[in-house]
């Protein structure tokens, strides 16, 4: 952890989760435990791909909660540029203020991208979508509660963990335990790197808590998104009980190789390197373009 700002687990943020069954991702409100400030991680706007229609019944969950509690909105974090769900961030920030924070990597996320997708020079490519960037190491604060941003990369080349007080949010760097670990095979992505990145989460507290951004429910159980560093060390089946370098990048490139694209990858990608924004054409209506062949 020497590479690391300074811990403060003394500092115990209220973490309030919401699940969206649509693309499995958990969002979290969370608030610092001597103020009304909160960070929103991880929104989800809703989309119908079959019909082209927007929607938001998580964020507007999310949202009532916040007002209902008198919460005030400081932070508003994407852990990367998802390719499972639409972002939510803008209509948050749209509603409730804050800032829209991501890795300072999304550079990399959108200059490869903007070509998969043929963007014009109109895109910009140096995250001047988002309100902060990120780099590693970076700290900032929730009302007054000290929190800080570690790159992860290796699912993406922009993934962040943030630790806020005595919890960590993994984003796609880490499932639970016995989900094990995001794929490594998107353009840009490095089964390699993302072992290394859980390794460096892994030298965290073992009782600190560690919340991630998605869960399937491994052979039937209860979805969960609650665990702790200890729990990972020990019973992750990717890379807990001292998992090896060599067996985990073997192992994601054979399973990665089997895996379907995640069914709104298209779309989200799109959306979520414009910060949430979807594209307009000439005329100002909203379109979005499938790339043939080059996903």
């Known amino acids: 952890m020497s590479d690391m700002p300074p811990l403060h687990l003394e500092q115990r943020p209220e973490v309030t989760s919401f699940f969206d069954p649509q693309s499995n991702t958990i969002s979290y409100v969370v608030q610092d435990p001597a103020s009304n400030a909160c960070a929103v991680i991880d929104a989800v706007m809703n989309f119908d791909y079959s019909a082209g229609r927007l929607s938001f019944d998580c964020a507007d969950e999310m949202i009532a909660f916040i007002e209902e509690r008198g919460l005030a909105v400081e932070w508003i974090i994407e852990t990367h540029v998802h390719a499972d769900h639409l972002s939510g961030a803008p209509y948050v920030q749209g509603r409730l203020g804050g800032k829209i924070g991501i890795g300072e990597h999304i550079q990399t996320v959108q200059d490869t991208f903007g070509k998969v997708f043929n963007e014009g020079t109109e895109f910009q490519r140096d995250g001047s979508q988002f309100d902060a960037l990120f780099s590693d190491g970076d700290t900032y604060t929730i009302g007054g509660m000290p929190c800080f941003a570690v790159h992860t990369p290796g699912h993406t080349p ?87 370098r060599e067996d985990f990048v073997k192992m994601r490139t054979e399973r990665d190789a089997q895996l379907a694209m995640p069914k709104l990858i298209i779309p989200a990608l799109q959306v979520n390197m414009r910060a949430g924004d979807v594209p307009q054409d000439a005329d100002g209506n909203m379109v979005l373009k499938i790339p043939i062949g080059k996903l």
Do not use: K
Not at 191 to 205: F, M
């Open 158 to 244: 922009a993934c962040m963990v943030h630790v806020m007080g005595d919890a960590a949010f993994a984003g796609d760097t880490l499932f639970m335990p016995d989900g094990g670990s995001a794929r490594a095979d998107f353009p840009g992505g490095d089964a390699g790197e993302l072992y290394d990145s859980i390794q460096r989460v892994l030298t965290l507290p073992e009782d600190m808590r560690l919340f991630v951004c998605h869960d399937y429910g491994p052979g039937g159980r209860a979805i969960a998104w609650e665990t702790t560093i200890g729990e990972q060390r020990a019973a992750n089946i990717h890379v807990g009980r001292g998992a090896s």
